[in-house]
């Protein structure tokens, strides 16, 4: 039989192909797929605030609105994957940066800081996706919140151990306050207004913060 192509290189006869077809296996072709859709829609969502279309991604990405709805539930539950991937390769980078970093634990955050901060504006597509709050409305605006929350009950805790008072109210204003402080800073770089390269900004960051703790 022959098989017809999408523009992205994969058959177009999903449910004939069960047999490897250029060394992958159907299996694999749906992972790139989906995988090129994240990409794209990264992209196409961050450049336009939110409003691009399921036709304009696939459109890019080469590839049908079927093979979309086959990777995605819909809409909503693609730009919760993208979420998710962007905070991934951040938890990643987070990894890396205590590994590399001395056994103290101010030293630690300060590292984690610069990696985060760095892995987020490598592509300042994720950094907009992330921060942006036009983007992908409440489902989004909830991710948001609670990662906020979750790295500043980290960023609370820290202070807890390194200061005479223990006010949890004051720390957790003073928690929350940093992590404002920090995407602040990333916010205002996105949009041209810091004279600063993605290596200074990142160690900014790290510095606000290591200094504040």
């Known amino acids: 039989m022959v098989l017809l192509r999408d523009d992205f290189g994969g058959p177009l006869v999903a449910g004939y192909f069960t047999r ?3 060394g992958l296996s159907a299996e694999q072709w749906r992972s790139k797929r989906r995988q090129r859709f994240l990409e794209v829609g990264l992209e196409a969502m961050a450049s336009s605030g939110g409003r691009a279309t399921v036709a304009s991604i696939t459109a890019t990405a080469g590839c049908s609105a079927r093979y979309f709805y086959q990777c995605f539930e819909g809409v909503e539950s693609f730009l919760v994957e993208i979420f998710d991937w962007i905070v991934e ?3 990643k980078a987070a990894v890396v940066a205590i590994e590399i970093s001395s056994g103290e634990p101010y ?3 300060k590292a984690i800081v610069i990696g985060v901060v760095d892995a987020l504006t490598v592509d300042p597509c994720k950094a907009r996706f992330l921060l942006d709050p036009a983007i992908g409305g409440s489902r989004l605006a909830s991710l948001r919140g609670q990662l906020t929350g ?3 009950f980290m960023l609370r805790q820290i202070l807890e151990e390194n200061t005479s008072h223990h006010d949890t109210r004051l720390l957790a204003v003073q928690a929350e306050g940093l992590v404002a402080g ?3 800073l990333i916010r205002v770089w996105l949009d041209g207004q810091l004279s600063l390269t993605r290596e200074e ?3 900014q960051c790290g510095r606000y913060i290591d200094e504040a703790l």
């Open 107 to 109: 030293s630690h955050v």
């Open 89 to 91: 390769e951040c938890s």
């Open 150 to 152: 979750d790295v500043a």
């Open 201 to 203: 900004l990142a160690q």
């Open 20 to 22: 490897p077809y250029r």
């Open 182 to 184: 920090v995407t602040g």
